[in-house]
């Protein structure tokens, strides 16, 4: 069920994949990596005063957060999942800030913490 929540905010957010044979491990490591990339390419949109452009990348990348959140399972992941919970509606405060403000710095900042979640979720077995 969150993987398809998942799976549909990463096509929404133009991605062209095919997720439909990802499991949900692999389906999580796509969305983090989808974030990293939007948010990077954000911060060359400001750099280039590329304000439009810009505003759909860091839309995208908020998204990508909403999926990230979608798929959390509160049941299973008990506190964990809160953390994670808060700390994706933080981000996603952060990157409206930082559209509104042109502020790489705070894309940074979202992006060493998506980095950051991204590499320990790396680290997890899918289980089999």
Partial sequence: MYAMSAMKQYQQ???KVQVNEADPHR????LMQGGLDRIAQAKGAMERDAFAE???LVGKAINIVGGLR???DKSIGGELAENLDRLYEYM??????????N???KLNEVGRLLGEIKVAWDQIAPKA
Avoid at 27 to 30: C, P, S, T
């Fill in 103 to 105: 502020d790489i710095e």
């Fill in 54 to 56: 810009k505003g759909v």
């Fill in 13 to 15: 957010v133009g991605v």
């Fill in 70 to 72: 979608d798929a959390l």
């Fill in 92 to 101: 996603t405060m952060r990157l409206f800030e930082a559209s509104r403000h």
């Fill in 27 to 30: 389906l999580i490591q796509m």
